[in-house]
Each structure stands twice: as C-alpha cells, then as structure tokens.
C-alpha cells in the first residue's frame, strides 16, 4: 500500500513539473526559427531550369533573402551548413545550383546535369539573374548577392547590372575570365554595401577587385586560417579559422542592416 502511495506520489511530481512552472529558458528570445530547405525551381532567359535550395525564416518574405551562388565545380550544398546560421540569424537564403558546377558535397547540381557538357564559368550568370528575378517575383524586399569564387566575381556584375541588389558577399572574387580587368570594372561601379574575404594567398590579387570598389561602404576581412571560397565558413572545412570569418561577416551585416549613425545637427550660433 505504502508502495503503491509513494509511486502516485512520484508521478503527481512529474505531472505537476511538466505542467505547472515555466522553466528558466521559458519566455526569453529564442532563435529564429527556420523550415527547409524546400526545392524551388525557376527558368533562366535561355530556357534552361535552375534548381535551388530555400530557406526560409519565421518572419519570412518581411525578412532579406540573401542568393548563395557556389564555386565552381561545386552545387548548392556548398552552402549547407552555411545557410541555416545564416537563416537563424534572420535571413532567407536561396542556394542556387549554376549551370557551370559539378558533384562537389557528395551531391549533384541539377541544373549543370541538364547539359551534356561542361559550362563557362560567365554562362552562370544567366542562372544568377534567373534568381534574382526569382526573389523580386515572390516579393522579397531587399536582395543580397552572396558569390563564392566565380560567381563571388559574378556577383559584382549582378549589383553593377541590377539596382534590386542591395549588399554584396563576395569570397575569394578573382579576375576568373578571358577579359583580364573585368571583375574589377563591374566593382568599380557596385556602390552598395561589400564585404570580401580570401584566403591568405589571395590577398594581394583581390585586394585589386577590393580597392576598385566604388562605394566606401566595404569590408576587406583577410584572415589569418583561410580557405578558397565560401568553404572558408565551414568548420568541416576550417575548423580552426571558421568562427572568426563568421564573426566579421555577421558584423557586416548587423552594421548594414542598422545603418549608418545620423550626423548630429549643427549647433545654432549664438
């Protein structure tokens, strides 16, 4: 009988914890929550179907949408671990599969499959657009273009092309195509928000693209633990140096998304 009163007892208690007092963590700010990835798919102007990943926060389309365009050789699983922090940290993010790019991740790019051949890295840009207009048909507000190697370089054309664009990410952008000089003409006509980042060996070519840049709202992080690319903000990847590209970035951003400090209005005289 005793037995019988003392294990009533026990799961009164358990009844009354999981139903009764809110725990500590209860009531405080959470983390955004997310959904997806979910498979989007969209037409480039020359027909071709591009293929992409979405991840979307709880605020959804009130929240930016930042295009993850990928490396070469590469697909949108670049990105994977790359884009749900980005997400929690209230951004939506499209991954996008470019034609020019290859099984990379483990994993297939669905829209260089269509292709019986290897495509140009400035082919992609079709794909790249194809995106944007993408983000500005579902009604996302403001857009950022976010480019690891190649399409880092891509990127700049896409913001010097398309005022929609409103900040730009650019990992490891080098001066990638036949016309040597290009990369840096379509920087000198960005005049949004940049942040670059490279590889160690890779400063002192990028600092080229960097310092034609037009607008003095940009970032040059050179880390001292660095990898080509995006791949530099995987811990998979750059277990040592990811946190602290990370941490510049999300600076970047936070910085952006505040705005400049308003200049304070003149004293009147007398």
């Not at 190697?149 to 195509?177: K, T």
């Not at 942040?195 to 400063?203: G, K, L, N, Q, R």
């Not at 040592?240 to 400090?261: N, Q």
């Amino acid at each position: 009988m005793l037995r019988t009163f003392m294990l009533a007892m026990v799961v009164g208690l358990i009844a009354i914890g999981c139903t009764g007092k809110k725990s500590e963590s209860e009531g405080k700010e959470t983390p955004i929550a997310t959904s997806g990835p979910t498979q989007v798919e969209f037409e480039a102007k020359d027909g071709t179907r591009v293929y992409a990943d979405l991840y979307m926060t709880e605020a959804g389309k009130d929240a930016p949408i930042i295009l993850l365009f990928h490396q070469a050789r590469a697909n949108a699983a670049e990105y994977s671990p790359i884009a749900p922090r980005l997400a929690k940290e209230g951004f939506n993010c499209l991954a996008v599969d470019l034609r020019s790019g290859g099984t990379a991740w483990q994993r297939k790019n669905r829209t260089a499959e269509q292709f019986d051949q290897e495509q140009s890295y400035e082919s992609a840009f079709a794909d790249m657009v194809a995106a944007l207009e993408w983000a500005k048909t579902e009604g996302y507000g403001k857009i950022i273009a976010f480019g690891s190697s190649y399409s880092a370089s891509l990127a700049f054309r896409l913001a010097a092309e398309n005022q929609e664009i409103r900040e730009v990410i650019a990992f490891s952008p080098g001066e990638y195509f036949q016309q040597k000089g290009i990369v840096a003409q379509w920087a000198s006509q960005v005049a949004v928000p940049v942040f670059v980042s490279c590889a160690p060996s890779e400063i002192a070519e990028t600092e080229k693209i960097f310092d034609a840049i037009a607008t003095e709202e940009k970032s040059f992080h050179t880390p001292e633990q660095g990898l080509h690319g995006a791949s530099a903000l995987r811990a998979d990847k750059n277990a040592e140096g990811a946190e602290a590209i990370w941490k510049a970035l999300l600076e970047f951003l936070a910085g952006v998304e505040e705005g400049p400090e308003p200049e304070p209005e003149p004293i009147p005289e007398g």
